[in-house]
């Protein structure tokens, strides 16, 4: 099945650390090309796709298009998911994720529908039906019904990684810092009175 919000932590896009804007600021583009490409290793792996997709920087001419799914055919030998380079100077990493999020999506119907028995719901004839509107004939982009499933999916998992997951993990860590600043506190004080003590002895 393909991946919702939910599975945000089981496909165990919650530990790679660069799409969090504090790393991701520090990354140039071919890097954050490389964060993309673990994210959409992880979610292929969850949805138990081959992790068969290629992620690539692209100038579009286009400037409005920000990622395209490409399915390898006899000219392209693979699968690929392109971002384009203004997605990727960007430094809020949520664009990007999004956008790859998208284009997974993509990938997974793909998938489904040249692989029968593989996807478990009745959305299969849907897509079918929808197949000529799909991505690269982008006139029929707002109408098609493939582009709302990758849209949904774009919203979900942006939402909760940026207003759960990430805040979540934040506030995790400053409480691990408070709790050692208190331990060494605690051990300060712990040293001190015994120091008091020792030197009342030896006044003794
Ligand atoms: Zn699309």
Same mark, same amino acid.
């Given at each position: 099945?393909?991946?919702?919000?939910?599975?945000?932590?089981?496909?165990?896009?919650?530990?790679?650390?660069?799409?969090?804007? /504090?790393?991701?600021?520090?990354?140039?583009?071919?890097?954050?090309? @490389?964060?993309?490409?673990?994210?959409?290793?992880?979610?292929?792996?969850?949805?138990?796709?081959?992790?068969?997709?290629?992620? @690539?920087?692209?100038?579009?001419?286009? #400037?409005?298009?920000?990622? /395209?799914?490409?399915?390898?055919?006899?000219?392209?030998?693979?699968?690929?998911?392109?971002?384009?380079? /203004?997605?990727?100077?960007?430094?809020?990493?949520?664009?990007?994720?999004?956008?790859?999020?998208?284009?997974?999506?993509?990938?997974?119907?793909?998938?489904?529908?040249?692989?029968?028995?593989?996807?478990?719901?009745?959305?299969?004839?849907?897509?079918?039906?929808?197949?000529?509107?799909?991505?690269?004939?982008?006139?029929?982009?707002?109408? #098609?019904?493939?582009?709302?499933?990758?849209?949904?999916?774009?919203?979900?998992?942006?939402?909760?990684?940026?207003?759960?997951?990430?805040?979540?993990?934040?506030?995790?860590?400053?409480?691990?810092?408070?709790?050692?600043?208190?331990? /060494?506190?605690? @051990? @300060?004080?712990?040293?001190?009175?015994?120091?008091?003590?020792?030197?009342?002895?030896?006044?003794?």
């Amino acid at each position: 099945m393909y991946i919702r919000s939910e599975y945000i932590e089981e496909a165990k896009i919650d530990q790679i650390q660069e799409l969090r804007p /504090e790393q991701w600021q520090k990354l140039n583009t071919s890097d954050r090309c @490389a964060v993309l490409q673990k994210c959409a290793d992880a979610i292929a792996e969850f949805e138990g796709r081959p992790k068969d997709v290629i992620v @690539a920087e692209m100038y579009f001419f286009d #400037s409005k298009t920000k990622g /395209e799914f490409h399915p390898k055919d006899e000219t392209l030998k693979t699968n690929t998911i392109l971002i384009s380079h /203004e997605v990727l100077k960007c430094d809020d990493p949520y664009i990007a994720f999004g956008v790859l999020v998208h284009e997974s999506r993509h990938a997974y119907i793909c998938h489904a529908m040249d692989t029968p028995g593989f996807h478990p719901g009745q959305e299969q004839d849907i897509w079918l039906k929808d197949r000529q509107n799909a991505h690269a004939k982008s006139p029929g982009r707002a109408s #098609s019904e493939i582009e709302k499933y990758c849209d949904l999916a774009q919203k979900s998992l942006v939402d909760r990684l940026k207003k759960e997951v990430h805040p979540q993990q934040r506030s995790k860590e400053q409480l691990a810092i408070l709790l050692y600043l208190c331990q /060494e506190k605690q @051990a @300060a004080l712990e040293i001190q009175a015994q120091k008091q003590k020792d030197e009342k002895e030896r006044d003794r």
